[in-house]
């Protein structure tokens, strides 16, 4: 966090034009932000209109929720197809994310990682503070994934996924774990969240309760849901949810 503190000096830029020109709401809106104490600077809250910030160095939330004041960060929400590596070079050829940073000015690069055969949500950005508390496995953000296994999954089974079970690096329990469906073929359909970032867990652990994955996505990191975006498209996160993505951020960042 910066150390920076506000001050009504000639200094910096006024707090209002830096919420403005970050889109949170109109110079005058911010006004009134300010002076009903909803906003904060460096986890302080400032009601001085005359208060001046470095955009690149202060940090602003306005109701608890972070402000990206930079407008060179970028940050941009993947539905990652099977097949594809989370790489921007595979050093065995395979096709990898340029195919989608390349469409891009800035230089993205991925937050964490999915295996070749798991599609889903991946964050493609050009904040590398954001990507590494977020991708850093002591800060293990919430994940869920919807995972196709052979066999019918029985209540008894859920049960072990969330009391834990022991794999060959150790003890691992999902937060949540739920049958969605079964289909024709003796197959079921599993929702399954956990914070853990250990390669390819979800696999492992369904696999080490005798269901062996078929299919396999994620549909959810923190806050970001792939809601209805198809395999292989992209869409920019919008201001609310990059507000929540940096407050998780400058969470992990602060108790570290």
Same mark, same amino acid.
């Given at each position: ?77 993947? =539905? ?118 250990? =390669? ?23 806050? /970001? ?11 920019? /996160? ?6 929540? /993505? ?11």
């Amino acid at each position: 966090m910066s150390s920076v503190t506000p001050s009504p000096s000639e200094e910096g830029v006024r707090l209002q034009k830096a919420m403005a020109a970050a889109g949170v709401a109109s110079r005058r809106v911010s006004e009134q932000m300010i002076q009903e104490g909803r906003v904060e600077v460096n986890g302080s809250i400032v009601t001085e209109l005359g208060t001046r910030i470095d955009p690149l160095t202060d940090q602003v939330a306005v109701d608890g929720v972070a402000v990206q004041l930079d407008p060179g960060k970028r940050y941009v929400m993947l =539905n990652k197809p099977v097949g594809v590596v989370s790489s921007l070079a595979d050093e065995r050829g395979r096709p990898d994310l340029t195919r989608f940073t390349s469409q891009f000015e800035e230089r993205l690069f991925n937050v964490g990682r999915l295996d070749a055969e798991t599609s889903g949500l991946l964050i493609l950005t050009n904040d590398g503070e954001l990507a590494h508390v977020l991708a850093h496995p002591s800060f293990g953000v919430a994940k869920t994934y919807i995972a196709k296994v052979e066999g019918r999954v029985t209540p008894q089974t859920l049960t072990k996924l969330t009391k834990g079970i022991e794999l060959d690096d150790g003890p691992i329990a999902a937060d949540r774990a739920r049958l969605l469906d079964h289909d024709a073929r003796g197959r079921s359909i599993v929702e399954v969240t956990l914070h853990s970032g250990r =390669n390819r867990i979800v696999r492992r652990m369904l696999d080490a309760v005798g269901h062996p994955v078929v299919e396999l996505v994620r549909r959810s990191f923190g806050p /970001l849901h792939l809601g209805t975006l198809k395999a292989g498209g992209m869409r920019e /996160l919008t201001k609310v949810e990059v507000g929540e /993505l940096l407050s998780l951020s400058r969470a992990g960042t602060n108790e570290e």
